[in-house]
């Protein structure tokens, strides 16, 4: 029996030396959901897609050619649900006010 070929979003992730976890981490998705997508599941939903074209710089249609293209007024709300989703990082003294102490 023959291993099918390695899917688009696993090469793409090994050509810029991530592991699944650090992909997933990334792209703040669960990483079971990455192994997933790499062995062949179609996202349903077009978030975590978006979110892992995002965070290997690519268009989703370069991963799942196969993905219909939603209407702009879709592909804008998954794309900004995606951005909202992403962690931001801020510095650690963000928020506190220095005191005039001793």
């Given amino acids: 029996m023959q291993k099918p070929p390695p ?14 976890l650090a992909l997933a981490k990334l792209a703040d998705v669960p990483q079971p959901q990455v192994w997933r997508f790499e062995h062949g599941t179609t ?8 979110k892992l074209a995002a965070a290997l710089g690519v268009a ?4 799942w050619p196969e993905l219909p293209q939603p209407a ?3 592909r804008r709300r998954a794309v900004a649900e ?5 962690p931001t990082r801020t510095p650690k003294n963000q928020g506190k006010r220095k005191t005039g102490g001793k």
């Fill in 82 to 86: 995606a951005v909202r989703a992403r």
């Fill in 43 to 50: 996202p349903k939903g077009l978030v975590a897609a978006f």
């Fill in 72 to 74: 702009p007024q879709q």
């Fill in 60 to 63: 989703v249609t370069d991963i």
């Fill in 7 to 20: 899917h688009r979003l696993r090469q793409l992730r090994a050509a810029r030396g991530l592991t699944g």
